[in-house]
C-alpha cells in the first residue's frame, strides 16, 4: 500500500515537473495513465480506481484546475485499464512477450480517449478545434504506449523489491561455508 502511494505521488511530480523535458515536437505523453496502467498490472481494478483518484487529485492541485475532468477521467482509466488488458489478452494470447503489447495497447486506447474528451471539452467552450487536434491526439496516445516499456520496468523492480528478503539472502551467504 505505501508502495503504491510512493509510485502515485511520484507519477503526479514526474508529469507536472519532468514531462516538459521529454516533449517531441510540442507533444508531451501522459504519464498518468501510463503510471496507472502499470499500477493496475499489480493491483486490479479497484487498486487502479484509488490510484487514479489520488493521482487526479494531486494533479489537479498541483496544476490549478478547478473542474474534475481530471477526477472522472483518471479515475475510470485506473478502473478501466485491467479490463482492457483482459480484452486485449485474448486475442494476443499466441504472442510473446504479451504483457508489454497488452499493456501498450492499452495505454494507447486509454490516452486516446481521455484526448478526445478533453478535444470536446474544448470544443464545447468554444475553442477552435481542427485536424491538428487530432494528430496531436494520436500522437500523444502513441508516446504514452511507447513510455509504457520504461514505466512498467522500473515499476516492475520498485514493487517487487523486498529488503527483508535481500537481507535474508545475505545472512545466508555469510553463514554458508565457502568450499
Not at 7 to 17: E, G, L, P, R
Request: proline fraction near 3%; glycine fraction near 6%.
Amino acid at each position: 500500500m505505501l508502495r503504491l502511494l510512493l509510485v502515485t505521488v511520484a507519477a503526479c511530480v514526474i508529469q507536472t515537473t519532468l514531462v516538459r523535458y521529454i516533449r517531441i515536437a510540442g507533444i508531451a505523453p501522459d504519464l498518468l495513465v501510463t503510471f496507472l496502467v502499470a499500477i493496475s498490472t499489480y493491483g486490479g481494478p479497484y487498486t487502479g480506481f484509488c490510484a487514479g483518484s489520488l493521482m487526479a487529485m494531486l494533479y489537479d492541485a498541483s496544476v490549478g484546475y478547478v473542474l474534475a475532468i481530471n477526477l472522472v477521467g483518471y479515475t475510470f482509466i485506473g478502473w478501466a485499464a485491467t479490463l482492457l488488458r483482459e480484452a486485449i489478452r485474448r486475442p494476443l494470447r499466441k504472442l510473446r512477450h504479451k504483457s508489454y503489447l497488452e499493456m501498450m495497447a492499452a495505454c494507447f486506447v486509454l490516452t486516446a480517449a481521455k484526448e478526445a474528451v478533453n478535444v470536446g471539452y474544448l470544443f464545447l467552450i468554444g475553442a477552435d478545434q481542427n485536424y491538428v487536434a487530432l494528430i496531436r491526439l494520436l500522437a500523444c496516445a502513441a508516446y504514452s504506449a511507447v513510455m509504457i516499456i520504461p514505466v512498467a520496468f522500473l515499476l516492475r523492480r520498485f514493487m517487487g523489491w523486498h529488503p527483508i528478503r535481500m537481507k535474508k539472502k545475505q545472512e545466508e551467504d555469510v553463514t554458508e561455508p565457502h568450499r
